[in-house]
């Protein structure tokens, strides 16, 4: 995702009548790398490094800047969830060992950053948090208590009905409930992003439809020489068939809802039937 467009062209347009331009916007994002031993995939870690590569060669005059916690992984103990009755209060359940996987130095980072901006630079007009976390209500307290600038709240979900935490919401000039979906979709970042030694390139996994999409590639390569090829046939808008559904966009775009990706499929399967013969 391209942060930068997110917000330069969707999120300030829509919730704040402060007038900006992308020059004057900057970026600070949280975050902590993942714990290889903890990650859901083997390939999590290198797909979380490759992001933050393309990240840092997309920035328009280094206006975004990523700024790391860590995580700790520690063995404790906790009350499981009885799968039978869920509702079981605590007391009543198994008592267990678990990992405990802690993100740390996130808030206080945010904190420290946000304060110091405010102090230091008055240039800056409004700060914009992206969080429902209350650890940060004193943070916005004291800045709305400055009296410098605009505060901004963003609560990063896509749910219509999820509502902001008060503490935060009360200290905040204007809030913004959710994102949008589409504002999501129009914001991706290239597929390839050039910079440093290497370019980066978007991993499949971060397809909606991995693997629909690995059979796409497979069926390719039967006359393809190569991926890089395959992508540029996916890259480039098809002609059409009369007895397949008509395809809107390119049909990269269309690889993240499982219907159009497997008609997607049907289309790579045409092309190499026609190929052959």
């Not at 008055?122 to 943070?139: C, G, H, K, P, W």
């Not at 390119?250 to 026609?274: G, H």
């Amino acid at each position: 995702m391209d942060i930068f467009r997110l917000f330069d062209s969707f999120i300030l347009p829509s919730s704040t009548n402060e007038i900006h331009t992308s020059d004057n916007l900057s970026i600070k994002f949280f975050t902590a790398d993942i714990i290889e031993k903890a990650a859901m995939s083997k390939d999590s870690l290198a797909d979380q490094q490759a992001y933050h590569r393309a990240l840092t060669f997309h920035s328009l005059k280094n206006q975004l800047e990523i700024i790391k916690g860590y995580y700790s992984i520690n063995p404790t103990r906790a009350f499981k969830i009885d799968e039978k009755e869920p509702k079981k209060p605590p007391n009543e359940c198994e008592y267990v060992d678990i990992w405990k996987l802690e993100e740390k130095q996130t808030d206080v980072n945010i904190a420290v950053e946000a304060l110091f901006d405010v102090l230091t630079d008055e240039s800056i007009e409004q700060v914009v948090f992206v969080t429902n976390d209350t650890d940060l209500e004193r943070a916005l307290e004291k800045i709305k208590s400055l009296n410098k600038v605009k505060i901004g709240l963003v609560i990063p979900t896509t749910d219509n009905v999820r509502y902001p935490n008060e503490k935060l919401d009360i200290h905040a000039d204007w809030t913004r409930k959710n994102i949008l979906i589409d504002e999501l979709k129009l914001s991706q970042l290239p597929r390839v992003i050039q910079g440093g030694r290497k370019p980066v390139t978007k991993p499949i996994g971060w397809f909606g439809q991995p693997e629909i999409l690995e059979e796409i590639m497979l069926t390719l390569l039967k006359v393809e020489a190569n991926r890089t090829k395959c992508w540029r046939w996916l890259e480039k808008p098809l002609p059409s068939f009369d007895d397949l559904p008509p395809l809107a966009e390119p049909p990269i775009q269309l690889l993240d809802n499982e219907e159009t990706a497997k008609i997607v499929l049907s289309y790579a399967k045409r092309y190499t039937q026609l190929f052959k013969s």
